[in-house]
Every structure is written in structure tokens, then in C-alpha cells.
């Protein structure tokens, strides 16, 4: 299976262990069977969450739900080295060598019960990484079938270049918003839609409503307009913003709450008209454009 036969909106799983919702094993079962019941079966990891925990607190839910694993497009990320209770490192940093690689894409396996991760990120790009030395895991875990895709992870286009003549990548999650959208300035999208690089957003939302400020305030003026034009929410109206983009953005949605889950699948509906796209860009700018 490969990333493009997945759901359109992948549902970011960071939150719901210790770093944040803490949810029981009950919790999370019941919260994948309604994403799956729903038809959004892909699912966001990386090993750090909750401190490396909250990989194994889904494998297990996972395995209680009785889906079966060939339902769900699995995706996780390694490469952190993350200070907290579970290992000894002493600062934070990134380690891509062959057998690092390798070793986590195995734990998180261990943890998520399965025998194969659909998609396999490195979490962020770092200064000492080798491209000769990652196409070598890469090709191994490959190889071995634990994994399907690989990609990246908040990669510059030159990073991206890098390991692509070594490797095929077919995706790179980023940080993609209204309020975060440097990446459709700086070549990051241009070169993905020329690429044929599938682009996962993080943070859709952007910080609409972790802010509450001049530019915030005038975001929610015109969506509230625009909540009433599409019948739609003000969080479904901020995905359509990126879904209208030429590259095929996928949003990974943060929240655990089942009406905003909802939302996000909602807002594949009915896609922006041109002007309406234009005056969120506007309102989040400041000015109009040139
Ligand atoms: N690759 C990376 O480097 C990276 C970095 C960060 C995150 N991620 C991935 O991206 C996923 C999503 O990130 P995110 O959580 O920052 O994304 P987000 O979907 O932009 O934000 C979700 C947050 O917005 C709140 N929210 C949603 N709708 C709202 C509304 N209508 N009114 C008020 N608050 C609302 C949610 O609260 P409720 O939960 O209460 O609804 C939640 O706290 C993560 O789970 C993770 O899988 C990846």
C-alpha cells in the first residue's frame, strides 16, 4: 500500500497519550474504531511522543479494537533524540546512522504491534546526516518489508534534493497553515508539485485559536462570514484554505474531539472559491497582495 491510497486526512495521535489527553486503552480504541467507522484510517506517530510512550499505549488499544491492521495506513517518525524519563541522553539532538535508524523503525514495530509502519519519516533534518548512510537503512527496512514509503520531515528543498538522488522520497511532513504558510513562498511546495512529493501538514490550524491577537481577530471576522456562506465551522474553513493548494496538501489534524474529527472531514466538501481563498490570505497578511 502506498501513501497515496490513504486517507485524505491523517489524524495526528501526538495528543493523545502523556503529552497530553493521557487516554485509557478504552479511550483509544473507542477513538480509532470512530475514526475508522469514518473512513480516516491513516495515523500520525513518531517514537517521541509522550516520551517515547505513546506509540505502545495505540499498539495496544489497537490491538483490543480487533480492526484489522491491513485497514490502517500506519505512519511514525524517528531520528529525535529526545531528554526525558525513558532514555539517558543528556541533550537533545538527532541521530541518523544506519544502525540508529534501523533500531528505532524496530521499536516502534515492538510498540505499535505490527510487523510493517506504511510510512516512515525522519522527524527533522540534521546538520550531520548522510544521505548514502540513510538510503542504506532505508533500503534495508525496505527490503526486510517494515516499511512501505519512506519520507521526511519538516526537509528544506535542498534537503529534500539530497536524499532524493540517493532514494525514492514520497513524502515530507511540514509545518503548512494560513498563519504558518512560508512554505508556499520558499519553494518547499513548488518543489514537491513538481516532484510528485506527497505533503503532509502539521499544524493546519496554524495558531487561529492558540492566539488571540490583532491578526487573529481579524482571521475570525472573516471566517465567521465564511462559516455562514459554506455552512461549514471555522476549523473546517482553515483546512479548505490549505486543501485549495496546487500541491494536494494532506492536513494532520491534532484534535481528539470527535465533532471537530468531523469538521476536518467536512471540509473535503465543498472547496473555496478563488476570492474567499484570497481574503483569509489577506486578513492573515495584513495587507492585499501586490
Ligand atoms: N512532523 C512534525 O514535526 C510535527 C510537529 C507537530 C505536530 N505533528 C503532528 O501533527 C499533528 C497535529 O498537530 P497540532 O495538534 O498542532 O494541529 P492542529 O490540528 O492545527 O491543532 C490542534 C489543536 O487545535 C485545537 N482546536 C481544533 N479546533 C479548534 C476549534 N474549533 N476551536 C478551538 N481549538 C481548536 C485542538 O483542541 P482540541 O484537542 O481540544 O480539539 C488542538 O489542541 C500532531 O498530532 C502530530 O501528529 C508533527
Redesign the pocket.
Known amino acids: 500500500m502506498s501513501f497515496k491510497e490513504t486517507s485524505k486526512i ?7 497519550g502523556d503529552w ?2 493521557k487516554f485509557s486503552l478504552k479511550e483509544q480504541s473507542n477513538l480509532i474504531q470512530f475514526c475508522v467507522d469514518n473512513d480516516l484510517t491513516t495515523f ?3 517514537d517521541i ?1 509522550g516520551d517515547y510512550t505513546t506509540e505502545a499505549g495505540f499498539g495496544s488499544a489497537l490491538a483490543v479494537s480487533g480492526i484489522p491492521r491491513e485497514k490502517l495506513h500506519l ?1 511514525s ?1 524517528c531520528g529525535i533524540q529526545y531528554v526525558g524519563q525513558t532514555r539517558n541522553n543528556t541533550i537533545k539532538h538527532y541521530n541518523y546512522s544506519k544502525d540508529y535508524i534501523v533500531w528505532s523503525a524496530e521499536q516502534t514495530l515492538k510498540n505499535l504491534k505490527t510487523d510493517y509502519l506504511d510510512t516512515f ?1 525522519l ?2 533534518p540534521s546538520p550531520l546526516m548522510h544521505p548514502d548512510e540513510i538510503a542504506e537503512a532505508v533500503t534495508a527496512l525496505k527490503n526486510s518489508g517494515k516499511i512501505k514509503a519512506f519520507g521526511v ?2 526537509f528544506t528543498t535542498s534537503q529534500m534534493e539530497l536524499l532524493s538522488n540517493r532514494i525514492t522520497l514520497e513524502s515530507n ?3 503548512f ?1 494560513l498563519t504558518q504558510h512560508t512554505a508556499m513562498h520558499d519553494g518547499t511546495l513548488d518543489y514537491m508539485l513538481q516532484k510528485n512529493i506527497n505533503v ?7 495558531f ?3 492566539e488571540d491577537n490583532e491578526q487573529t481577530q481579524r482571521i475570525k471576522l472573516v471566517l465567521k462570514q465564511l462559516t455562514h456562506k459554506y455552512n461549514s ?3 473546517s474553513i ?1 483546512l479548505k484554505w490549505i486543501l485549495k493548494h496546487p500541491a494536494n496538501v494532506s ?7 470527535k465533532q ?1 474529527i468531523l ?2 472531514k467536512d471540509a473535503l466538501k465543498t472547496p473555496l472559491e478563488l476570492e474567499d481563498w484570497f481574503s483569509l490570505l489577506v486578513e492573515c497578511q495584513g495587507h492585499k497582495v501586490p
Not at 494532520?252 to 474531539?257: A, F, K, L, P, S
Open positions: 491523517i489524524i495526528g495521535c501526538m495528543s493523545w497530553g489527553k500520525d506517530h513518531a511522543y505512519i517518525k519519516l522527524h527533522r520531515s519538516n511532513q511540514i509545518e497553515s503532509m501538514s502539521w499544524s493546519p490550524l496554524g487561529v485559536f492558540k465551522s471555522e476549523d482553515l492536513p494532520v489534524i491534532g484534535t481528539t474531539n471537530r469538521n476536518a
